[in-house]
């Protein structure tokens, strides 16, 4: 099944749910109302799919919501300023629940939340991805989060040769996250929070995570600015 759109959708978004073999393509999708708590501008929902070079933006729902028992490859593509006006929390990007997900060199920014979040027991490789500025510490009643990459539950992910700056807490927080994380080659800075300090460690580390290569966090003067 092979969805192709340059023009907006509606105010639901785009959902694909049950279908063995979806193809999204060129999607442009913005101006997305919340609904239920799965609403975004794409919901892939217990299938198989591949989305590639697909744009969601300037909506109050999640960007893109991975969500049931679904197998996702994400090529290239962007999701940005979701979550529009002060009482909105959302991600650019949100795997939830039994999934396996691939994202190629996808950019998420300026989302009131969460870059790319992931939770429950799913397994999510990054590539290549790229998250920055995102969280909204103005929000009421509660400051949102805003890390460029995270990960709950006992979801396991693998950072390669990815970057985030610029986020309201962190480049990557993994909380109760399961065994078998690995992040390799990334760089994250300019990433800070007023009320958690982590020193200088650029990582949650809560059951261990596996580094490799040159990750590293930047620093500005003596200060680690992450959480």
Excluded at 91 to 115: E, L, Q, R, W
Excluded at 125 to 154: I, M, Q
């Amino acid at each position: 099944m092979l969805f192709r759109s340059t023009s907006s959708f509606g105010s639901d978004g785009l959902m694909v749910n049950k279908v063995t073999a979806a193809v999204l393509t060129d999607c442009n999708i913005s101006n997305t109302t919340p609904i239920t708590d799965w609403t975004g501008g794409i919901v892939i929902a217990n299938s198989t799919a591949t989305i590639s070079d697909c744009i969601v933006h300037n909506g109050y729902t999640n960007g893109v919501v991975i969500a049931g028992n679904s197998t996702v490859t994400v090529n290239r593509g962007s999701t940005y300023n979701m979550g529009l006006g002060q009482y909105y929390a959302k991600c650019g990007y949100s795997v939830v629940n039994t999934n396996t997900v691939i994202f190629n060199n996808t950019t998420t920014y300026s989302n009131t939340d969460d870059g790319f979040t992931v939770n429950s027991d799913a397994e999510v490789t990054f590539n290549g991805c790229l998250s920055y500025n995102n969280g909204n510490e103005w929000v009421s009643p509660v400051n949102y989060s805003g890390d460029g990459f995270t990960a709950h539950d006992t979801a396991i992910v693998h950072l390669n040769y990815c970057n985030g700056y610029g986020n309201h807490k962190s480049g990557a927080g993994f909380v109760n996250t399961g065994a078998g994380n690995t992040i390799y080659g990334c760089t994250f800075y300019n990433n800070y929070n007023t009320t958690l300090d982590r020193g200088t460690t650029p990582f949650y580390k809560n059951n261990g995570i596996l580094l490799h290569g040159r990750s590293e966090e930047r620093r500005v003067g003596k200060e680690c600015r992450s959480r």
